[in-house]
């Protein structure tokens, strides 16, 4: 953390392709960001999601950046910039930085196997157990009680939080970040049946993570039954997602919490899942398709669309027929209303008759 | 674990505020609490759900609780008691008492960096991690293989239970209790687009869990991005729950298993979330509401209300949309009907017309 | 891994109850089996699911399994069985087995309780935790970072993964194998309401897990309230699967990833439960019932019927259900179009009224 005068941090920013300009006092020195609701005096918010627009003129905050023609409550200062979003990020990494690891070294109180091999400054806590064959690149940091079984490769600059647990074989590959407690690697759900009993069919694929994927809290990625199971590069999954056997997921994907892909399940590249998403198995999923919270996907789906629902179907389509669904009250009351009107018109129709 | 004889339990529930009265044998010892199903001679059970109340005459134990007017099969010692549920569980804490914890003292096989402060009666047990600047409470007990990092803090008679992670500068209050392989703390999902790939965001914001919290296994609770998550006094969590950066959940809250709230939720004080629920980022629900299972909440709710659904709607409007949506065959049956009434009237009209 | 000749398999197949023929050379010998994608010269694959039919042209195996009159297009030698995935699951057991474990023996960096016993051939891991008075059969692997708390019993032949917690009095089968980072055990979800505030009542019941049971990672177990939850013999559970205290699962049951049982819920034997399928407390599926993806089971459900939405219903009713919603704007067309024939009609009666 490091402070840093808004003049600094505007100069920076215009650096980082953020064309901004300071409204108020330059020499302003900031000491951290922080959201509207909870900085403090010194300290640096921002305005991105128009919802929190009121709060502007209630923030403590000394300082936000906020899109240009944000209305000026009186006293803070102001860098106006189009996207307030990215700038607030670069304005964090510049501030405050990314975490730094605790350095174990080699913790004598880890078990490595003799044949394990190790890579330059790469940081090895107590009371994690490393099996024969495993081959670890340089500066990762492999966190308390982590568990990484025989012949599993992981590349440089790797994060594994606590309590992850890496199957035999698995592959990781550099500057992939784990978060704890989360298991890469075990057995799929293969069994064949057998006289009513299920016959476990053994799981001799493996798992692939490619470069710069960040997988969230209690994930659990399946190895393949054969072949191989893939997260692509630069992918990012939220806590609790689970992967089947075999699936290949695409690169720079983003899989909010809880989302659960089936065996054998295709996703293309830059495709968004939403928290609860369930994909079926042996299906595919184009290239940046978004699919909204809850839903179910079980079937193809085209690339580039907005999909939603379970079963998972067009996003505009399907708020249509759930707005059909609430209308059905009113649909009923109308197609009574038209039994009504033909009774009567069948009863003027025979009056007539009987006139003549 | 204590025997008790009938009379001194109904005086122990009386003076809980239990009034009751016992019909049968007030001598008789009881060694344990069992369910109608399992209990065994010597043993108290209890009938709340009437669903069960057929298994009364089968039960083999000697004794139940059951409300005031349910018939005795015979053989059976009743007490009578108008919240048998309230009553039962009295009756459990009374005979069985709450798991007593193994003491390990400071353990010689835990790893505790220097500069942490463990308060008095704390058991620390083998192959736990604690690292600089950890403060724990008196009358804690943390399991084996849990890690604890640099300036987490924890309250007084806090329990975590084995292959717990807490992550940097969580805070957790006095008396939570937080159940196997539950993570706290971790980064959340947030990443700003950059160039076609996601830009990690620091997260740099922290975890707050008030006191008399309990987790159950396997959770993942984010870190905020800046500021706070924040978990209420009195809040009660299942397995598997999710909770994302900068959610604010309220007081004596229930969420049951698999619920999953996304970042920036805001939850009031006692609403309960039955299972596998999922609330959307950035919205509130107001206190008392209660959330039936498997809805997806996509907008603000109103406190004390009932909701059910994806997106989560008013409860009754949604049975009734459900009901609708059963009939649906019905209602293309009656306009069916009609364009054939219409078309008979027609050709009436038509040839009343030639009648002329 | 062992190689095997074309001629040995179909020998081997044959004896096994799967008749065949190999069309082409049985001298060929095969090293590994694999996916028809993946596969390279000198290994096995197989055609089981008619979607990848185009592939069995493209893929550089030597050999397949497929049905009786798959095309062959030239170069591979096949293997015609009626039943190529039983099949190629039995060649898979022959050719690779199923993993082998590490042997540590009983670890000096374990602390087992001198109190526990542990089964002739069982192997414990350096860094785990066993308590008193656990009692642990022959042959037992139990992998790094495990806990096994006080009274646990655990039969012959049991396979706990890298950080799996087993809480106290928790009795599992022989020939089990529990996944990486599942819990067993754990209190349920069980507090009174008491003066606004949740009373917790101790969860004094157990969890007992049958023979041959396999359970995937990351999942969570309940122990009972008061008596048992069971999961019975046979049983296989994917990843994140959640069941609730007192619940009572059947034998050979397959559930998909993160499934969630509620409370006291009664499971059938041969019941499969698609992936994120939720079931309420205190109902009763029947044996041989089928639940598809994301339903929500909400009432007891027949044997042997197939079953989904939420709330669960008749497969074949739910997909009409389904179907007319999305022919709801076709309706209301219908409808529209009824009401202006009607109003047509009652002008044209009019008309013929004032002709007269």
Same mark, same amino acid.
């Not at 009567?344 to 003549?356: G, T």
């Given at each position: 953390m ?8 505007s100069?920076f920013?215009?650096q980082n ?15 951290a960001?922080n959201?509207l609701?909870d900085?403090r005096?010194? +300290?640096?918010s ?10 502007v003129?209630r923030t403590?905050a ?8 944000t209305d ?5 200062t102001?860098?106006? *910039?189009g996207?307030?979003y990215a700038?607030?990020?670069a304005a ?5 930085? =990314?975490?730094?690891h ?9 078990v ?7 890579g330059?400054?790469t940081s090895?806590?107590? =009371?994690?157990t490393?099996?024969p064959d495993?081959r670890?690149g340089?500066? *990762?940091t492999i966190?308390?009680? *982590?568990h990484?079984?025989?012949?599993a ?7 594994l939080f606590p309590?992850?647990?890496i =199957?035999?074989g698995?592959?990781i590959?550099s500057?992939v970040?784990?978060h704890?407690?989360?298991?890469v690697?075990?057995d ?5 049946p ?7 069919i053994?799981q ?5 993570i +490619?470069?710069?994927?960040?997988i ?5 990625l399946d ?5 191989e199971?893939?997260?692509?590069a ?5 806590n ?10 695409g690169q720079? *994907? ?5 989302v ?13 899942l939403?928290?609860q998403?369930?994909?079926r198995?042996?299906?595919?999923i184009?290239?940046?398709a ?7 996907v079980g079937?193809d789906l085209e690339?580039?669309?907005? =999909?939603?629902?379970s079963?998972?179907i067009?996003k505009? !389509?399907?708020i249509?027929?759930?707005?059909n ?6 649909m009923k009351?109308?197609i009574?209303?038209l +039994?009504?009107h033909?009774? +009567?018109?069948r009863?003027l129709?025979?009056d !007539?008759?009987?006139?003549k």
């Amino acid at each position: 953390m490091s402070h840093v005068t808004l003049g600094e941090l505007s100069a920076f920013l215009a650096q980082n392709g953020f064309a901004n300009d300071v409204d108020g006092d330059s020499e302003l020195s900031i000491s951290a960001v922080n959201t509207l609701e909870d900085a403090r005096n010194g +300290e640096l918010s921002f305005l991105s999601n128009p919802k929190y627009a009121a709060m502007v003129a209630r923030t403590k905050a000394s300082a936000i950046i906020a899109p240009p023609g944000t209305d000026n409550p009186g006293g803070l200062t102001m860098i106006h *910039c189009g996207d307030p979003y990215a700038a607030i990020t670069a304005a964090i990494i510049r501030i405050h930085g =990314y975490r730094k690891h605790p350095q174990w070294g080699v913790s004598e109180k880890a078990v490595v196997d003799a044949s394990a091999t190790i890579g330059e400054n790469t940081s090895i806590a107590p =009371y994690v157990t490393i099996e024969p064959d495993v081959r670890i690149g340089a500066n *990762c940091t492999i966190y308390p009680h *982590c568990h990484i079984a025989a012949g599993a490769i992981l590349g440089d600059d790797v994060t594994l939080f606590p309590n992850v647990t890496i =199957y035999d074989g698995s592959q990781i590959g550099s500057r992939v970040t784990i978060h704890a407690g989360t298991i890469v690697g075990q057995d799929g759900l293969g069994y064949a049946p057998l006289n009513g009993k299920w016959l476990k069919i053994p799981q001799i694929g493996r798992i692939r993570i +490619e470069d710069d994927v960040e997988i969230g809290a209690n994930c659990a990625l399946d190895r393949a039954t054969l072949g191989e199971t893939v997260i692509g590069a630069g992918t990012k999954f939220s806590n609790g997602v689970v992967v089947g056997h075999g699936a290949k997921v695409g690169q720079n *994907c983003m899989f909010v919490a809880q989302v659960g892909i089936a065996g054998s399940a295709k996703v293309g590249n830059h495709v968004v899942l939403a928290g609860q998403v369930g994909v079926r198995g042996h299906l595919e999923i184009g290239d940046n398709a978004k699919v909204g919270a809850q839903a179910g996907v079980g079937s193809d789906l085209e690339p580039n669309g907005e =999909y939603l629902g379970s079963p998972a179907i067009d996003k505009t !389509q399907y708020i249509r027929s759930i707005y059909n669904v609430q209308k059905l009250p009113k649909m009923k009351e109308r197609i009574s209303q038209l +039994e009504q009107h033909v009774a +009567e018109l069948r009863k003027l129709i025979d009056d !007539q008759k009987s006139d003549k």
